[in-house]
């Protein structure tokens, strides 16, 4: 039947011949299944291809996968550096998914400090040197009592130091007196190895060998005196003790953390007030937020004295919901939806999401209701960063890093798409 069709189609054609009715058909049989196969291969490639497009996220094409709505590289994006939300410090830069420092320094709980002169880190991290101290070449040196000279680190007197005599670096054969390189040592003065003293003013020899004044101090007929009569004696110290937070109205007497010495009396410094015995900041503290005693509810962080939602968070009839991944309020206040939620959007499954818990796609790096695990919920003074609920403040009166807000444990000054400029526990920062 079908050679009886195709015949008279070949008549009328251009009159060729030698073009059979069964070769037409064979010829268009193969055609067919040729057109068929390649629509097949088509297909076969497009799906694949676009199968390998879409695991990597909504959009987002290989080596760029979505981290909360945005296609990041994670191979080379130092806010989402190896995962999303894996920030590197602000001395660091990603290569290839790894946090790879470019400190030139030292890396001291995530900032780059040169430890040769950081009087809060000298010669090691943490290592903090005192009020009347600098950190020269990896050493707290403090002031030189009246006499003595500084020669690099160390105090000397020029008087007497037989490898500085009269001044730096002036070496003796033998012994020094009175600033000149002697012999023996005149009558008058007292021996101590080969430093001829005068006992009654050397600053290091002060009424006997090896005796030294301290700061602020000088040898007066053979007694380390303070300079400034307003100031009283504390050990080899001379201090203030209207205004020394170390010796505070009288000599030892420590004022806690947070508190500074005014008037000889241990107060709580500008921007905090006493709640319970303890200074805090009522701008920030979620346990006194306005006023001591406010507690915000466990969804709230206080920030300028009002408990308000998590940043990313919204209020919806009195409660704080991620409407990123919240299936009861998707993308707005209400929304259901019948499957899960994320990205704001309504969605089949969580494929292209980091990770799914329950009916939310989320991503257990940076969600603090889900960190580091599903129902793992971060108090309300903590971020979600690597999958770890870290401690965190504001940082009052900064708009970036570095801020001088960020000491004590809360040291990493983080600026946050989410947060804006906070002090967090810890070297990572959230996204």
């Given at each position: 039947?079908?050679?009886?069709?195709?015949?008279?189609?070949?008549?009328?054609?251009?009159?060729?011949?030698?073009?059979?009715?069964?070769?037409?058909?064979?010829?268009?049989?193969?055609?067919?299944?040729?057109?068929?196969?390649?629509?097949?291969?088509?297909?076969?490639?497009?799906?694949?291809?676009?199968?390998?497009?879409?695991?990597?996220?909504?959009?987002?094409?290989?080596?760029?996968?979505?981290?909360?709505?945005?296609?990041?590289?994670?191979?080379?994006?130092?806010?989402?550096?190896?995962?999303?939300?894996?920030?590197?410090?602000?001395?660091?830069?990603?290569?290839?998914?790894?946090?790879?420092?470019?400190?030139?320094?030292?890396?001291?709980?995530?900032?780059?400090?040169?430890?040769?002169?950081?009087?809060?880190?000298?010669?090691?991290?943490?290592?903090?040197?005192?009020?009347?101290?600098?950190?020269?070449?990896?050493?707290?040196?403090?002031?030189?009592?009246?006499?003595?000279?500084?020669?690099?680190?160390?105090?000397?007197?020029?008087?007497?130091?037989?490898?500085?005599?009269?001044?730096?670096?002036?070496?003796?054969?033998?012994?020094?007196?009175?600033?000149?390189?002697?012999?023996?040592?005149?009558?008058?003065?007292?021996?101590?190895?080969?430093?001829?003293?005068?006992?009654?003013?050397?600053?290091?020899?002060?009424?006997?060998?090896?005796?030294?004044?301290?700061?602020?101090?000088?040898?007066?007929?053979?007694?380390?005196?303070?300079?400034?009569?307003?100031?009283?004696q504390c050990g080899n110290d001379c201090v203030d003790t209207q205004t020394d937070?170390?010796?505070?109205?009288?000599?030892?007497?420590?004022?806690?953390?947070?508190?500074?010495?005014?008037?000889?009396?241990?107060?709580?410094?500008?921007?905090?007030?006493?709640?319970?015995?303890?200074?805090?900041?009522?701008?920030?503290?979620?346990?006194?937020?306005?006023?001591?005693?406010?507690?915000?509810?466990?969804?709230?962080?206080?920030?300028?004295?009002?408990?308000?939602?998590?940043?990313?968070?919204?209020?919806?009839?009195?409660?704080?919901?991620?409407?990123?991944?919240?299936?009861?309020?998707?993308?707005?206040?209400?929304?259901?939806?019948?499957?899960?939620?994320?990205?704001?959007?309504?969605?089949?499954?969580?494929?292209?999401?980091?990770?799914?818990?329950?009916?939310?796609?989320?991503?257990?790096?940076?969600?603090?209701?889900?960190?580091?695990?599903?129902?793992?919920?971060?108090?309300?003074?903590?971020?979600?960063?690597?999958?770890?609920?870290?401690n965190f403040v504001f940082a009052p009166g900064c708009d970036s890093c570095p801020?001088?807000?960020?000491?004590?444990?809360?040291?990493?000054?983080?600026?946050?798409?989410?947060?804006?400029?906070?002090?967090?526990?810890?070297?990572?920062c959230p996204p």
């Open positions: 039947m079908l050679s009886t069709l195709l015949l008279p189609l070949a008549a009328c054609g251009d009159n060729k011949t030698g073009v059979t009715g069964s070769d037409t058909a064979s010829s268009t049989a193969a055609d067919e299944v040729g057109t068929a196969g390649t629509e097949q291969g088509t297909d076969a490639a497009t799906d694949a291809g676009t199968t390998d497009a879409t695991t990597t996220g909504p959009g987002c094409v290989a080596p760029e996968i979505d981290c909360n709505g945005n296609c990041v590289d994670t191979t080379l994006d130092p806010n989402n550096c190896g995962a999303c939300g894996t920030a590197c410090g602000p001395d660091a830069t990603c290569d290839n998914g790894i946090c790879v420092s470019t400190c030139a320094g030292v890396d001291c709980n995530g900032a780059c400090v040169d430890i040769t002169s950081d009087p809060e880190n000298c010669g090691e991290c943490g290592n903090t040197c005192g009020m009347d101290e600098t950190c020269t070449n990896g050493f707290c040196v403090g002031g030189c009592p009246v006499g003595a000279l500084q020669c690099g680190i160390e105090c000397v007197s020029p008087d007497s130091d037989p490898n500085n005599c009269g001044t730096c670096g002036n070496q003796c054969p033998a012994f020094c007196a009175n600033g000149n390189c002697v012999d023996v040592c005149p009558m008058g003065t007292l021996q101590c190895g080969m430093a001829c003293a005068n006992p009654s003013d050397d600053p290091l020899n002060c009424g006997g060998c090896g005796n030294d004044c301290g700061a602020s101090q000088e040898c007066l007929a053979g007694a380390c005196e303070c300079v400034d009569p307003g100031d009283t937070p170390n010796n505070c109205g009288q000599c030892g007497n420590d004022c806690n953390n947070g508190e500074m010495c005014m008037a000889g009396q241990c107060v709580c410094g500008p921007g905090t007030e006493m709640c319970n015995g303890n200074c805090v900041n009522t701008d920030i503290n979620p346990n006194n937020c306005g006023q001591c005693g406010n507690q915000c509810q466990n969804d709230e962080v206080c920030n300028g004295g009002n408990c308000e939602c998590w940043p990313g968070f919204s209020d919806c009839n009195g409660n704080c919901v991620n409407t990123d991944n919240d299936a009861n309020n998707c993308g707005q206040c209400g929304n259901q939806c019948q499957d899960a939620c994320g990205g704001g959007n309504c969605v089949n499954g969580c494929n292209g999401f980091p990770d799914q818990c329950g009916d939310s796609c989320t991503d257990l790096e940076t969600d603090p209701l889900n960190c580091g695990d599903c129902g793992n919920t971060c108090d309300n003074d903590e971020v979600c960063s690597n999958g770890n609920c870290r801020c001088d807000s960020c000491f004590g444990n809360t040291d990493n000054c983080c600026d946050s798409g989410v947060y804006g400029v906070i002090c967090v526990d810890g070297n990572s």
